[in-house]
């Protein structure tokens, strides 16, 4: 089945860094969605991406619906203690059974 | 005012048991999920349900049944559990069955089976 290879697996930051993590497929996807889970809490979407190039802001987070719909990117600018968290990515597969496929998440830690 | 939400949160039994887990969303959508989420975090989707009717069972076996009473319930009912039932359950819910819809995930249940 359509996988999604979520990276890096785990971050530590200095609060004031910028980070990006990625997500990649063999598969194409229509639609990309970055959601973020925090302790104890269930995720909570972030950003959704809806075609190919787009690229969307929401405050200091940024995202990227690759080219080749195979791919999309996440960044965080100037990252401050409460963006700690898991980030997921999640793709909307193409085709006739559109599914919602999940990455493996990045942790993300902030040292303030 | 929690837009989804699931009980109990935590929920600690023996192997061999009967439990259930409930959800329910006060959005007014008309599909609600269950998500199980493994200890690397890995979130899979188990079932859908859109106005009380089953869309998608993702080979989930038979020991867990879904029952939604009405379109804001969806509860989840285990039998028999196993030691690899022990994960962090998750209910959400998207305004119709249109994939690329916006899912709301309830805060979770996480379930441990000893």
């Known amino acids: 089945g359509q996988q999604l290879n979520q990276s890096p697996q785990s971050m530590f930051i200095q609060e004031g860094e910028d980070v990006s993590m990625n997500c990649t497929s063999s598969?194409?996807?229509?639609?990309w969605l970055w959601y973020k889970q925090e302790p104890g809490e269930g995720p909570v979407l972030l950003i959704a991406?809806?075609?190919?190039?787009e690229l969307t802001s929401n405050g200091r987070l940024t995202a990227q619906f690759g080219i080749t719909r195979k791919d999309s990117f996440l960044n965080i600018s100037a990252s401050i203690p409460s963006d700690v968290g898991i980030y997921f990515c999640?793709?909307?597969?193409?085709?006739?059974?559109?599914?919602?496929?999940f990455g493996k998440g990045t942790k993300l830690t902030v040292n303030p | 005012d929690t837009a989804v939400s699931q009980t109990p949160k935590y929920l600690v039994t023996q192997m061999g048991n009967d439990k259930s887990i409930k959800c329910e969303q006060n959005?007014?959508?008309?599909?609600m999920y269950w998500y199980k989420q493994d200890s690397k975090k890995f979130l899979k989707i188990m079932f859908s349900?859109?106005?009380?009717?089953?869309?998608i069972n993702e080979t989930v076996p038979n020991r867990f049944s879904p029952k939604s009473p009405d379109k804001a319930h969806l509860n989840l009912h285990i039998n028999s559990l196993e030691l690899g039932d022990s994960a962090v359950y998750f209910c959400?819910?998207?305004?119709?069955?249109?994939?690329?819809?916006?899912?709301?995930f309830g805060p979770g249940t996480r379930l441990t089976v000893l």
């Open positions: 959005l007014g959508h008309d599909t």
């Open positions: 349900y859109n106005n009380k009717e089953l869309i």
């Open positions: 999640a793709g909307i597969t193409q085709g006739g059974s559109e599914k919602l496929v």
């Open positions: 598969s194409i996807f229509n639609t």
């Open positions: 991406l809806y075609k190919a190039g």
């Open positions: 959400a819910s998207s305004q119709d069955m249109a994939v690329a819809d916006t899912q709301y």
